[in-house]
T-cell receptor, first 119, second 113 residues
C-alpha cells in the first residue's frame, strides 16, 4: 500500500526558533499534499493544500508567513513553522494524494504525524 | 472547516459488545470515509463508502450511508480492547481545483477488557 512518512516524529524547540517538518511519499508520486493540525482530543484542521510546483493554498485563518509550505518535488513537501511560540505546539499531520485520473479512486494517504512542543 | 458531527463524542463499552458511531454532514458528497486514530498517532483508513452505496462491510466493520438524511454509521462488532481509539468520519469536498476532506469531530471509543 501507499506509504507516507514524516520526519521528525517528535520535536521540542525553544520559542523563537523555526522548525521544519518533512512529509514524503515513499512509493508513489504525490501530486497533492495536505497539512493538518490537531489539538489534543480534537479533530483534524486542514491548514493548507499544496500542489507540486505551485504555491500552497492556505485555509482561512492560517498565516502563510508563519507556516511556510514547500512542495518542491512529487515525493516531498515541507512545513516550516517560523518563529515558533508555545501556542504553535500541536500534532501536525500530512497526507498525500497520487492525483489519479479517476478522481473517484483518488484518496489521501496519511503520515504518522509530528508532535511539536515549543518551550 | 469541520462539517461532520459525530455522536456520541465518547463511548465506553465492554469487550465483545458492539459499538456504533454516527456521523452527519451538511453538503452533497462524493464519498464518506472512516478513519481510526490511536492516541497521539497517525490516521488509519478504515473504509470508504461512495455516495451511491448504502452499506459496506470490511471484517468486523459495517458502514451505512443514508444520503437522504446526510448521515453515516460505523458499527464495530465483537469489539476488542485493541479497538480503543478515536474514530473520525470525513467527507470529500471540492474547493476550486482542490479536493479536500472535511472532518467530523470524532468519537472516542474505549473498550474495556
Amino acid at each position: 500500500g501507499a506509504v507516507v512518512s514524516q520526519h521528525p516524529s517528535r520535536v521540542i524547540c525553544k520559542s523563537g526558533t523555526s522548525v521544519k517538518i518533512e512529509c514524503r511519499s515513499l512509493d508513489f508520486q504525490a501530486t497533492t499534499m495536505f497539512w493538518y493540525r490537531q489539538f489534543p482530543k480534537q479533530s483534524l484542521m486542514l491548514m493548507a493544500t499544496s500542489n507540486e510546483g505551485s504555491k500552497a493554498t492556505y485555509e482561512q485563518g492560517v498565516e502563510k508567513d508563519k507556516f511556510l509550505i514547500n512542495h518542491a518535488s512529487l515525493t516531498l513537501s515541507t512545513l516550516t513553522v517560523t518563529s515558533a511560540h508555545p501556542e504553535d505546539s500541536s500534532f501536525y499531520i500530512c497526507s498525500a494524494s497520487p492525483g489519479l485520473a479517476d478522481i473517484k479512486k483518488d484518496t489521501q494517504y496519511f503520515g504518522p504525524g509530528t508532535r511539536l512542543t515549543v518551550l | 472547516s469541520q462539517q461532520g458531527e459525530e455522536d456520541p463524542q465518547a463511548l465506553s463499552i465492554q469487550e465483545g459488545e458492539n459499538a456504533t458511531m454516527n456521523c452527519s454532514y451538511k453538503t452533497s458528497i462524493n464519498n464518506l470515509q472512516w478513519y481510526r486514530q490511536n492516541s497521539g498517532r497517525g490516521l488509519v483508513h478504515l473504509i470508504l463508502i461512495r455516495s451511491n452505496e448504502r452499506e459496506k462491510h470490511s471484517g468486523r466493520l459495517r458502514v451505512t450511508l443514508d444520503t437522504s438524511k446526510k448521515s453515516s454509521s460505523l458499527l464495530i462488532t465483537a469489539s476488542r480492547a485493541a479497538d480503543t481509539a478515536s474514530y473520525f468520519c470525513a467527507t470529500d469536498e471540492w474547493a476550486g481545483n482542490n479536493r479536500k476532506l472535511i472532518w467530523g469531530l470524532g468519537t472516542s471509543l474505549a473498550v474495556n477488557p
